[in-house]
């Protein structure tokens, strides 16, 4: 059972620097064969949608919408295959996706840039998927960065295990566009994500392949997994790279790698960057030791995360982000320290910054809640009611007591971007992780902010009872007897652009 954990889960972790193609050539027209079933996944198609449809019920419900493309694990199915299960869960199986770009590094060789595979189709124990050959040969015909290389798809276990989640997911028809990569690059991970950028929008779906920590113990592989995880939620690739490279001269005893498909992700990172309203959520964490068949010694970590598009009509830019951040944080110093409202340049500002809509601006104080005011509607611009919320939200919130000044440096500001409320006759409208809910009844109302659900695990059931008894103060069941309305929000926050210098 120890050689099996180790080979099952660890195996082509060190590549074959080979940087020439293989004297082997796969002949055109010819479909991949699975080479990954029977030891990362059953080879018996029952057997596969049994087990598939195990890891799925156990999974992560969706709590993400607008998804564009997903982080999963890419281990033996009995160890990482919850978590990939949890990732999967967040797409909307019914949408019609032209194509999925499926994209791994490679663990067999190394090569310059990436290999796309357009020989053939795709085949796996649940039947063959179909490959978008001509999009494959025009990304390689125009970019030097694409090629084909046989020996980076041949055997080439992590792009290959994720395509039975698509087969028993998916509802619509679709065709893959398989990437794998060879390089170790950062500046040819940049050029990779160029040329797939006029194809990473709504109408494609790209799935990252990557296993996090290697071998260190569980506690170790928790602690370095979450620090891994937090600076791809950044966005940023620079931190990516930063984290690593530190964990790397921590001396972990047994780690490996904190991230196996680190250009993987890096070239997702790269897309991330260039494509604003991109947020990228966590969704699920687990390691190998929390497998009944794997110890707590030498463990590997999995996480998927979901990249998300902003709410429609309320794509700000990265830039426009952070100026109504920045607006906010000096609102709140100058009337914390100084007792006066800054006043705005607003010349500069873009029309999206002015436009009249609700926001509600949120102060968390090391990860716990320190603030939250806003508007549903206005009739002021936005920056305007920006810089309101943020005085209210650090001074007139009941439930807390005024930020002092010796706060303002602990404080982590979130702003959100409503949509119009929308009133509905059933709970049932409500899909948990995009609805924001407003109740009222008589002169009772209350609200909890769409992350709100996410944030705290809660089903429906509980998010309409909390938002009911503590915010509306109509009791648990209240909600049964009042209004209900939903909304969007478009949420971001100084964490997730990065946006302060200290």
Known sequence: ?????????????????????????????????????????????????????????????????????????????????????????QVDPDMPF??????????????????????????????KVQVNIDLANKLIKENKV??????????????????????????????????????????ICSKIATALKPWFNERNLFVFSTDFSHYPSYSDAAATDKATCDAIVSGSPEELVKVLDD????????????????????????????????????????????????????????????????????DFTREEKAVLLKIARNTIETYIRERRIPEDNPTNYSDKLKIQAGAFVTLKENGALRGCIGRFSADIPLYKLIREMAVASSTEDTRFEPVNANEIGDLEIEISVL???????????????????????????????????????WTLDEFLGHCSRDKAGIGWNGWKIAELYIYEACVFSEKDLNARKD
């Open 247 to 314: 964990y790397r001269k921590k001396k972990i005893p047994n780690l490996a790698t904190s991230l196996c498909g680190w250009t993987s992700v890096l070239v997702m990172l790269n897309l991330a960057a260039m494509s604003p309203g991109i947020k990228i959520v966590p969704v699920h964490y687990m390691n190998s030791g929390d497998s009944k068949y794997g110890d707590k010694n030498e463990v590997v970590g999995y996480w998927s995360l979901a990249l998300t598009s902003a709410v429609q009509g309320f």
């Open 146 to 187: 694409f090629t084909f290389n046989p020996d980076a798809d041949r055997t080439e276990h992590s792009l290959e295990v994720q395509v039975p989640f698509l087969q028993y997911h998916l509802k619509k028809d679709f065709k893959i566009v398989p990437i794998v990569i060879g390089t170790q690059s950062e500046e």
């Open 1 to 89: 059972m120890r050689y099996y954990f180790r080979s099952l889960l660890f195996m082509g972790l060190f590549l074959n620097f080979n940087q020439g193609c293989s004297s082997q050539e796969t002949p055109s027209g010819v479909d991949r064969q699975p080479a990954a079933a029977g030891r990362f996944y059953p080879a018996d198609a029952k057997e596969l949608k049994s087990t598939l449809a195990s890891l799925f019920a156990r999974a992560k419900p969706q709590a993400n919408q607008h998804v564009t493309g997903l982080v999963c694990p890419h281990a033996g199915y009995v160890f990482s295959g919850q978590v990939a299960a949890s990732g999967y869960n």
């Open 98 to 127: 032209d194509n999925v770009f499926v994209i791994a590094s490679s663990h067999q060789v190394s090569f310059p840039g990436a290999s796309i595979y357009n020989q053939g189709d795709y085949l796996t124990p649940l039947g």
């Open 419 to 457: 949509s119009p409320l929308k009133k509905i006759s059933s709970p049932d409208e409500i899909i948990l992780g995009k609805h924001g809910i407003y109740i009222k009844q008589g002169y009772s109302s209350g609200t909890f902010l769409p992350q709100v659900a996410t944030e705290s695990g």
